[in-house]
Each structure stands twice: as structure tokens, then as C-alpha cells.
């Protein structure tokens, strides 16, 4: 207006616009001249003026190592706030990212399954040599008539031999053939405590006690070190009773290598399974299996190459030796130290799985599990945890008590034959070696990517309590090789084989971390009391038909409870028990909703055929909709 002035403020300061009236103002303290001087403006206005501009001479004096530490400063304040915004990931993610299976994640595959699975295997099976069933003779009559044989006949049946002793029969009237080549003749233990006894009174209840103690341990110490822990333990039990001389000294040191032997199987298969995203751990398991059935190759190995049973011993004893380079090798799980508040140690092990895959490490957040540690007693105690661990426990039972059943009973599947016993046992002990590889890579890994967890499992005790069926059949394939023979060796060990793996990868996915080590030992020690069940039959000479029966009335029972326990297919591990039974929900809504398609799609085939029995299916089902 005619009475009103506009004045426009200088670039510095930001374009702000004052007015003053026409009437000059007063001059007085803080009063200033604008431009020529001529004019007098709005002191509040010229006084911010004057501060930006000192502002910034001052910002153009300061050293240049001050500016740029501000403008880093200001930088990672706003990458945080980024980071901060975007949604965090969990480690399952991240492994996939992280190139899922690539180099890095094969070579801690190798070490795994060199210092585990072959390991565990040779530690397991070198029992069936070490403490085989040792050859005998009558050297009088009183033996030949007691046992119904000839003077000089070579018998391996320990059971007529100890019913003999029992009755009247001395020491003199026999002897061993082997030369005290076996613990069972080096102790002269034939009676009371014969092979099946000593590989399992004293070895199984140590697997226990190592499934509880070692369990334990992965949660409160971590992997690593109860893994190096349980590996050294093994060595020296191995190698004093080596040189044991007392039997008592030789029962306590077989408990100790059991409980070592489950503790070792059970950390470096959760370890495992805590380096590979879920997509690959199908794969990683089943090279695991592999390196399993190269560690019973390398037990034929050893007891080819030495005679006498103390010299195995040591020889497994001092291999141990060779696979410590797993510890160092192999970093600590990255689930157990989130799990224990380790988060940048866990950040680093994943940026070292990242850059040693050549792979761009997330910038998102890890998300951090919420754990009660009191979780690792209070989940057994779960109903609906307790029910699935029974149905575990019982899977385990039967795959235990069936795969040693078969390496106990080698000698037993003759096809026919008239091969010597030590030749008839490694023919077949090749044999149940060899199915383990197909095993191992097509009915445990491939079955399992293909169909999950519990449809593959099901199919492979499914086929397995086929072929328990017909192995009574007695009729000849081949020469040397008959139906039983074929059915046990190569259908029956192949699919429990795979059943063992699978529900190995089933048993450490379903737990939670807090929980993971311990649940896997339990089920060991379930494992372990099959074990005892199977030579229960063996020592008590029970009939193949019975044992087959049995195996296949667990078989269906295994079967029947397996379709009552959740897939864990799409699971990431779980770190708590929310964890899980948010997950079993979310497995719920699917079979829901999976339902629910297949009612929409015979709803819809019922009312579109013209067949009576289709037409007199849709009455029903639509008198069962108007009911309800």
C-alpha cells in the first residue's frame, strides 16, 4: 500500500521478507543501517542476517579434518536411521543370502562330516569287530555231547556254548579258536556277558548318560567346545581300554566312550544344521550320510588290516587325533550366540560366512530372538510339547533297535549259501554299506527337498514294513541270494537308512535352540534302548518271524504318529517354544486351507456329474452342509 514499504532480505538470510512502516524508526541501541544507510529496517531481522553470515565464516575457517568428521558423523546417523527403518531379518535369511550353499558353507560340510559323521561311524560300528562273536571248539567228549557237535568243529554260537558252561561243562573242554583275538575271549567272558551283552549293557547306558550331559552342555557352553570336549574323551577311552587288563577297568570305559560318542553325534549334527539355510539342508544332511558309510568302510578297513582287537582300538583311538581341525575350522552356531546375547559375535560369523562366499553382506538389522532360559525344563513339561516328543522318541526306538539289528545279525543272512561266516559277514557288511549311499542322496536328501520332512519319513517306513513282509518269503533270486536276503540288505537297511537321516534333520528342526542339543540327546538315548531291545532278540533267539512282526508293528505305529506331528519344511530353526507353536499354526492354516480346496473342488465335481453314485455322494454332502 501507499503506506507500506517492502524490504527483501540478502540470499543469507533465506529469503525471509520484512515490512516496516513509513515512519522513521527510533534510532537507539542495536539500531542498524541497511545497504547504503539511507534506510533504516527491522533490527530482529538484520540481527539473524549478521549471525548466518558469521556462522558461515566461521564454518569456512574451521580446518578441514573438523568438516569432515562432522559430515561422517552426519552421514552414519542417517545410514542408521535407514538400517533402522528397514525390517530386520532373521538368520535363516540371511544364510540365504549369504550364498545359501555355497563354498564356504561346502567346505564346513566336509569338516563336519569328516570329524563327525565318519568319526561317529567308526566309533559306533567298530563294536560288531572289536567285540565279534569269537570262534569255538569241543576238545572232549563231554563237550561234543553236550553241544550235539564233533570234536574240533568250529562253532560261533555263543549261546550254546554258555548253556553248556551253565550246566556241568569246564574250561578244558573247550576252547577258543581265534587265539584271544576278540574282547570276548581275551576276557573269557562267554557266558553272562557275551558279545550282544557287552556291546550293550555297558556301551548303550553311557549314550544315555553322554545324550543328557552333552545335550546340556550345547546349551550352557555352546558347540564347540563340548564337541572338542566329547572328541578327546573318546581318544583316551579308546586307547586305555586298549590296555586295560581288568574287565571291570574295560565295562567303565565303554561307558565313558558311549556317553562320548552321543555327545559328539548329537553337536556336530545341530551344528550342521545351524550353518545351512533351510532350502540346502536336505543336501547337507545327506552328505553327512555319505561320509557315515565311508566311516563303516573304514571299520572292514581296520579289521582287515589287524587281527588282534586292541590293536583297532588304538588305531580308532589315535584317528581322532586327525579331525581337531574341526574346531578350529568350524565357527561357533550363530543361533546358540544370539540365543546367549553374543550379537556381535554372531554378526561377525555371518559377515565371515558372507565375504568368504564372496557375497554382499545385508545391511539389515538381525533380529534378535527373545529367550527364557528356564525354557529348557518347562518345554518338556509342555503338553503339546510332550506329545511330540513321544512320537520322536518312539521314530527313534525303531530306527535304532532296526539298523543294528541288521549289522548285529550279519551272519544270519545266508541266501542259501556255503560261504564261510567271516566271508558271508563282510560280503554282507559291504552290501549294507553300499545302499547307504543311495540311501543317503535319493531317499533321505532328494525325497525330503521334494516332499518334506514327514511325507518323505512316512514313504521310507512305509517301504520298509513292506519289505520286512516279504522277507519271510523263502524263495531263491539269485544263487547265494534268496527273497529274506534281499529284502533285509538292500530294501530294509536302504530305507531305514534314510529314515534315519530324515528324521535326524526332522528331530533338530522341530526344537527350539534352548532345547536343540538336549531334545537330540533324548532321542539318542531312545535310540540307545532299541538298541538293547534288538539284542534283547538276538541273545534271546528269536525267530526271524518274530522280529520281522515286531519290526513292522512299530513300523505302522511310527507311521500312524508321524502324520500327528507338523512338517518342518518351511520352518526357520525356532528359538523359543513361541517360535514353534507359531509355527504349528501357521502349519494348521495351511492344512486348513488346503481342506478347504479340496471340499470347494469335490463340491464342485459332485454337482457337475450326472453318475448316480456321484448324484446320491452330493445328497449326502448336502445333507451333512444342512446339518452343519
Known amino acids: 500500500t501507499p503506506s507500506e514499504r517492502s524490504f527483501t532480505a540478502s540470499p543469507q538470510s533465506k529469503g525471509v521478507t520484512i515490512s516496516s512502516p513509513v515512519e522513521p524508526l527510533p534510532r537507539g541501541k542495536g539500531a542498524k543501517e541497511d545497504l547504503i544507510?539511507?534506510?533504516?529496517?527491522?533490527?530482529?531481522?538484520?540481527?539473524?542476517?549478521e549471525r548466518d553470515l558469521n556462522g558461515q565464516q566461521q564454518q569456512q575457517q574451521q580446518p578441514e579434518e573438523v568438516r569432515s568428521m562432522k559430515t561422517?558423523?552426519?552421514?552414519?546417523?542417517?545410514?542408521?536411521?535407514?538400517?533402522?527403518?528397514?525390517?530386520?531379518?532373521?538368520?535363516?535369511?540371511?544364510?540365504?543370502q549369504s550364498g545359501g550353499f555355497a563354498r564356504y558353507q561346502i567346505f564346513l560340510v566336509i569338516c563336519l562330516g569328516l570329524g563327525g559323521a565318519l568319526y561317529?561311524?567308526?566309533?559306533?560300528?567298530?563294536?560288531?569287530?572289536?567285540?565279534?562273536?569269537?570262534?569255538?571248539?569241543?576238545?572232549?567228549?563231554?563237550?561234543?555231547?553236550?553241544?550235539?557237535s564233533l570234536i574240533g568243529e568250529v562253532h560261533w554260537d555263543l549261546v550254546t556254548l554258555c548253556k553248556a558252561v551253565k550246566k556241568s561243562m569246564e574250561r578244558g573242554d573247550w576252547e577258543w579258536v581265534d587265539g584271544n583275538h576278540t574282547a570276548i575271549s581275551d576276557y573269557n567272558t562267554a557266558c553272562g556277558t557275551t558279545t550282544i551283552l557287552t556291546n550293550v549293557l555297558y556301551f548303550c547306558p553311557g549314550v544315555m548318560i553322554g545324550g543328557i550331559m552333552f545335550g546340556m552342555m550345547g546349551w550352557t557352553t555352546g558347540r564347540k567346545t563340548p564337541f572338542l570336549s566329547a572328541l578327546l574323551t573318546s581318544m583316551v577311552a579308546s586307547v586305555i581300554s586298549a590296555a586295560s587288563r581288568e574287565y571291570i577297568l574295560f565295562i567303565l570305559l565303554r561307558i565313558l566312550l558311549g556317553a562320548s560318542i552321543a555327545g559328539y553325534e548329537l553337536l556336530y549334527f545341530c551344528w550342521i544344521v545351524e550353518l545351512v539355510s533351510k532350502k540346502w539342508r536336505p543336501l547337507a544332511v545327506g552328505i553327512q550320510g555319505v561320509f557315515w558309510a565311508l566311516g563303516l568302510l573304514l571299520v572292514l578297513y581296520i579289521n582287515m588290516k589287524w587281527d588282534y582287537w586292541r590293536y583297532k582300538m588304538v588305531y580308532v583311538g589315535i584317528v581322532s587325533?586327525?579331525?581337531?581341525?574341526?574346531?578350529?575350522?568350524?565357527?561357533?552356531?550363530?543361533?546358540?550366540?544370539?540365543?546367549?546375547?553374543?550379537?556381535?559375535?554372531?554378526?561377525?560369523?555371518?559377515?565371515?560366512?558372507a565375504i568368504l562366499n564372496n557375497r554382499t553382506f545385508p545391511e539389515n538389522p538381525i533380529s534378535i530372538p527373545s529367550i527364557k532360559t528356564r525354557e529348557r525344563v518347562v518345554a518338556?513339561?509342555?503338553?503339546?510339547?510332550?506329545?511330540?516328543?513321544?512320537?520322536?522318541?518312539?521314530?527313534?526306538?525303531?530306527v535304532g533297535m532296526v539298523y543294528y539289528h541288521i549289522f548285529l545279525t550279519l551272519d544270519l543272512y545266508t541266501g542259501g549259501g556255503t560261504d564261510d561266516v567271516e566271508k558271508l559277514k563282510d560280503t554282507n557288511y559291504v552290501v549294507a554299506v553300499g545302499v547307504e549311499l543311495p540311501a543317503s542322496l535319493l531317499a533321505a536328501a532328494l525325497l525330503t527337498s521334494l516332499f518334506g520332512r514327514k511325507i518323505a519319513f512316512i514313504i521310507n517306513l512305509?517301504?520298509?514294513?513292506?519289505?520286512?513282509?516279504?522277507?519271510?518269503?523263502?524263495y531263491g533270486v539269485v544263487e547265494g541270494w534268496d527273497v529274506r536276503r534281499c529284502a533285509v540288505l538292500i530294501g530294509g537297511k536302504l530305507t531305514i537308512s534314510a529314515a534315519k537321516i530324515i528324521l535326524a534333520l526332522w528331530t533338530a528342526e522341530v526344537a527350539p535352540t534352548t532345547i536343540r542339543t538336549l531334545f537330540f540327546g533324548l532321542c539318542l538315548g531312545s535310540s540307545a534302548t532299541g538298541v538293547i531291545t534288538s539284542s534283547a532278540l538276538i541273545f534271546f533267539a528269536a525267530s526271524p518271524l518274530i522280529c520281522s512282526i515286531i519290526m513292522m508293528v512299530l513300523a505302522v505305529l511310527c507311521i500312524a504318529g508321524s502324520t500327528q506331528v507338523f512338517d518342518t519344511s518351511k520352518w526357520d530353526l525356532p528359538d523359543n517354544l513361541f517360535d514353534v507353536y507359531r509355527n504349528i499354526n501357521i502349519n494348521n492354516a495351511d492344512a486348513v486351507t488346503l481342506i478347504s480346496r479340496v471340499r470347494s473342488k469335490l463340491r464342485q465335481f459332485f454337482r457337475s456329474s450326472s453318475c448316480p453314485l456321484v448324484i446320491s455322494g452330493n445328497c449326502i454332502l448336502s445333507s451333512l452342509e444342512s446339518k452343519g
Open 37 to 49: 544507510g539511507t534506510e533504516m529496517t527491522d533490527f530482529d531481522a538484520l540481527e539473524s542476517m
Open 72 to 96: 561422517s558423523a552426519s552421514n552414519t546417523l542417517k545410514k542408521t536411521a535407514t538400517i533402522q527403518d528397514k525390517q530386520s531379518l532373521k538368520i535363516d535369511e540371511i544364510l540365504r
Open 120 to 148: 561317529a561311524s567308526v566309533q559306533n560300528l567298530s563294536m560288531t569287530f572289536v567285540e565279534s562273536s569269537a570262534p569255538w571248539r569241543c576238545t572232549t567228549d563231554k563237550c561234543a555231547n553236550m553241544t550235539a
Open 321 to 353: 587325533l586327525v579331525f581337531i581341525f574341526v574346531y578350529a575350522a568350524v565357527p561357533e552356531s550363530p543361533y546358540w550366540l544370539l540365543a546367549k546375547g553374543q550379537d556381535d559375535v554372531a554378526t561377525m560369523v555371518l559377515k565371515r560366512i
Open 380 to 398: 518338556f513339561l509342555q503338553p503339546r510339547y510332550k506329545r511330540v516328543g513321544l512320537f520322536f522318541g518312539l521314530n527313534w526306538f525303531l
Open 462 to 474: 512305509a517301504i520298509f514294513a513292506v519289505c520286512m513282509a516279504i522277507s519271510n518269503i523263502n
